[in-house]
């Protein structure tokens, strides 16, 4: 029953990609190297002839027949400022030297906001870990505020942040329905005029931050609990061909960085996770350049998946080729009515749990908390009640449960 369930999930997700090459190009760019006249004409729209490959072939990369764009006029390539000092990663035992020993990153997502305020927060985040992520600098309503004008300077100050203590980062996020500015949410465009919006933002920061980033999500949050596609924002416009279409303008803006599809809830063997299973094996099996999957892991005591599962979902992700991330964990205390120590026990074991799944497995390569302490943490905000779901409390220190994979990635 689950089963033949599972496998009309595959097949639904599978045949819908199959009709993006069909059908990805609207009528008048269906000619191969025609240049359209397209009313948003600064950024034409090329149509390049479709290489002759079965749908079976996994490469070269399915690039021909997208309509593609150049970055926004007066982009230029993010540069460190010359002459700012590096600083050396410390010494002191850290997070971040255990996990360099384990081939691993470990990292935290956090703001420019409160690392300037915050002194003793910008240290602890350049003692524990060696990658960073934006957690609302390079999304769309921050970077990309208004149709002619991108903001990087706080993605920057973070690029350069990382840069400066010798730490990577991961771009978060080119295609999502959440944190976009009005323009885009209230805007009224043809669907190629979206298309060239979609294009044209992806290349510009991509492109901006081109060669400095380890990985982008480049699509997050596309799936539904019974693993079927959400019908997001991007969806309605411009139908499910604008994932392929996503993750190939990411790789023409930069040749180097990692692409990753991010969810949250796909984590465990469940609909959530087949559907994703099936979204990035059709996609691959285009030739759509992707080379990975971020599980975001918010989860809570009680609630965390099965280490089994997670376990073989890695796995079946890594016989694909594909890298997995844990991208934004936390866990919740809310929900327990246990006495504060037992909760703060519990979440160790599940912050153990899952970076002891991740490094037995050989495509988990990174491993990031949403957030730095729990002073930062967007989970009250959220659900509107207290919490404390990080490895640091409000003050900083470090909780069991840092303790806890301290211990691990120490091997004792
Ligand atoms: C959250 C941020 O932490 C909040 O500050 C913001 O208000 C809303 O978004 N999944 C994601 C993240 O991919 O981008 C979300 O971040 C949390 C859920």
Redesign the pocket.
Known sequence: MVKSYIVKISRSIFLCLGLLLASCLPPRLAEPGVVSASPVSTNAIRAIPLPSKTPEATSPPAQANFPSCEPAAGILPFKIVANQEIAQPTDAPSLRLLAKQRNLFVGA?TDPGYLHKDNAASQLLAREFNMLVP??AM?WEVIHPEPERYDFSRGDALVTFARQHGMAVRG??LV?D??MPDWVTNGKFTRQEWMQILCTHIKSVVGHYRGQIYAWDVL??AVNQDGTLRNTFWMSKLGPEHIAMAFQWAREADPTAKLFY?D?GGEGLNPKSQGIYALVQGLQQMGVPINGVGM?M?TSLGRAPAASELAANMQRLAELGLEVHIT?MDVRLQYSTSDLATKLAEQADIYREVLSVCLSAPNCKAFLT?GLTDRYS?IP?FTGKPDAPLLFDKDGLPKPAYFAIVKLLANQ
């Open positions: 997502a957690e609302v999304k978060h996020v999502w959440l944190q997050n949050e991010n949250n975001q918010h934004e949403w967007w905000g």
